[in-house]
Nanobody
Framework: QVQLEETGGGSVQAGASVRLTCAAS??????????MGWFRQFPGQTEREWIA?????????YYADSVKGRFTITRDNGDSPVYLQMSGLKPEDAAMYYC???????????????????WGQGTMVVVSS
C-alpha cells in the first residue's frame, strides 16, 4: 500500500527545470503532521542526502547548500501535496529523489533518518550534459 508517492521525475538536459510532486494517501495522510522533506540518493550509493524541508503550514523552508538557490520546496497546507521545483539542473543532480514525512517533534532542518515516519518509493531524475 503506497503511503507517499512521488511523481514528476524523468530525463532532462542540463539547465532544464523539473517539478516533483509528493502526495500522501491512506493511513499516511492521516498521520503526517510534521515537516515534509526531500532526499536524494545517487546511483551506486546507499546513503540518502537530505536536500530540502518545509514546515507543516508551508511557512518555513530549509535547504542544503548543494541545492540552495536552485530548488524550491512548497506546500499549501498540511493536507496538500509537497512540491520540489528544481531549476538549473546539473548532471550531478541526477539521482533517485525521495519524499519523506518527518515525525512530529523532530527537527525540520536536515532530519535524521530515524525521524522519518514515511518514505516514498522514489522517482528518478536523469540529467544529461
Amino acid at each position: 500500500q503506497v503511503q507517499l508517492e512521488e511523481t514528476g521525475g524523468g530525463s532532462v538536459q542540463a539547465g532544464a527545470s523539473v517539478r516533483l510532486t509528493c502526495a500522501a494517501s491512506g493511513y499516511a495522510s492521516k498521520q503526517i503532521r510534521g515537516c515534509m522533506g526531500w532526499f536524494r540518493q545517487f546511483p551506486g550509493q546507499t546513503e540518502r542526502e537530505w536536500i530540502a524541508s518545509i514546515t507543516t503550514d508551508g511557512s518555513t523552508t530549509y535547504y542544503a547548500d548543494s541545492v540552495k538557490g536552485r530548488f524550491t520546496i512548497t506546500r499549501d497546507n498540511g493536507d496538500s501535496p509537497v512540491y520540489l521545483q528544481m531549476s538549473g539542473l546539473k548532471p550531478e543532480d541526477a539521482a533517485m529523489y525521495y519524499c519523506a514525512a518527518v515525525a512530529t517533534g523532530y527537527p525540520c532542518y536536515s532530519p535524521a533518518l530515524h525521524s522519518i515516519l514515511f518514505w516514498g518509493q522514489g522517482t528518478m531524475v536523469v540529467v544529461s550534459s
